[in-house]
């Protein structure tokens, strides 16, 4: 179990620390079509996979550390010592062409930046503004542990369609889009109407079926909402998690929220594979509500 080099708008870890009982136990194959910050996979750390997302600059950073791990801490070594408010706006202003450039930049960025947003204008050009935290650097051999994890990974910039029809008997699909709904309801999930449209949920839903009929094992997580509970009704399980609300910037002001996680299998409980924490058949029913 690794922690994500990322941070990350709309990242799971709250989702592996807490409800880590959900996933299988038992897989031949991890498939992610939207990878992000990757919580999960580092969580499960599979043997084999295939990752994938439609972000260019995300994709190659995964690429990058995976085969250059220690090439680029030493780079983040040196940024770590120059680091300053100057150094954070000429960085962000540049568009390395190399693929460890590229790499460096946006971790750099990622580790420096306001709230570790990933926000681009019309012309691709990131432009969040610095934030509060100074530390650029990984612990020592952290991101060679990341490197061995993706060792075994395919690593891919596609449509989250391609990688789902990929996903045979065997394979264990996390799927985990941005938010929307049928009727948007909130700032939040407006802003990712504009990325991931209603049509996008709908062709998403559609592939996720056809890899059930195929015999995929499949969880999804994503808004608690009426029309996704009728959207994914004949998938198979539907849960309600409760989650802290991350959107106050003051912790004391975070309201407790709930999302929809679905699941194609039932619950496995009780097995002590791969380190999970047993659940009796009583306990997980208090943190998670059938629908």
């Not at 996933?23 to 996979?41: I, S």
């Not at 929307?180 to 062709?203: C, E, G, I, P």
Request: proline fraction near 3%.
């Amino acid at each position: 179990m690794l922690e994500p080099f990322l941070k990350w708008p709309g990242g799971k870890r709250w989702l592996v620390h807490q409800y880590g009982f959900l996933f299988p136990f038992r897989y031949q194959r991890y498939l992610e079509p939207f990878l992000g910050g990757g919580a999960v996979f580092f969580h499960l750390t599979p043997r084999r996979a295939i990752l994938s997302d439609t972000n260019g600059d995300l994709v190659n950073a995964y690429q990058a550390l995976k085969e250059h791990a220690r090439t680029i801490d030493r780079h983040l070594s040196d940024l770590q010592r120059r680091h300053s408010k100057k150094l954070y706006y000429r960085i962000r202003a540049t568009r390395p062409t190399s693929m460890i450039g590229q790499a460096v930049r946006f971790l750099y960025l990622n580790r420096t930046c306001f709230n570790g947003i990933y926000r681009v204008n019309l012309r691709g050009d990131f432009n969040v503004p610095i934030g509060t935290k100074d530390l650029v650097q990984y612990p020592k051999n952290y991101l060679q542990q990341i490197a061995d994890c993706l060792r075994h990974a395919s690593i891919r910039v596609v449509d989250f369609e391609e990688t789902i029809d990929e996903a045979v008997l065997g394979d264990f699909v996390f799927v985990d889009p941005p938010y929307t709904v049928m009727h948007n309801n909130n700032n939040f999930v407006k802003y990712n109407a504009n990325l991931f449209s209603w049509t996008d949920q709908l062709r998403l839903a559609s592939a996720v079926k056809r890899a059930v009929k195929r015999g995929a094992a499949i969880m999804i997580s994503n808004a608690d909402h009426c029309s996704i509970q009728e959207l994914y009704g004949d998938v198979g399980n539907l849960y309600r998690v409760d989650r802290l609300s991350v959107l106050a910037a003051d912790s004391l002001h975070r309201r407790k929220t709930t999302e929809l996680v679905i699941t194609s299998y039932d619950l496995q409980l009780g097995d002590h594979s791969r380190g999970r924490v047993h659940w009796s058949s009583v306990d997980w029913r208090d943190h998670v509500t059938d629908i």
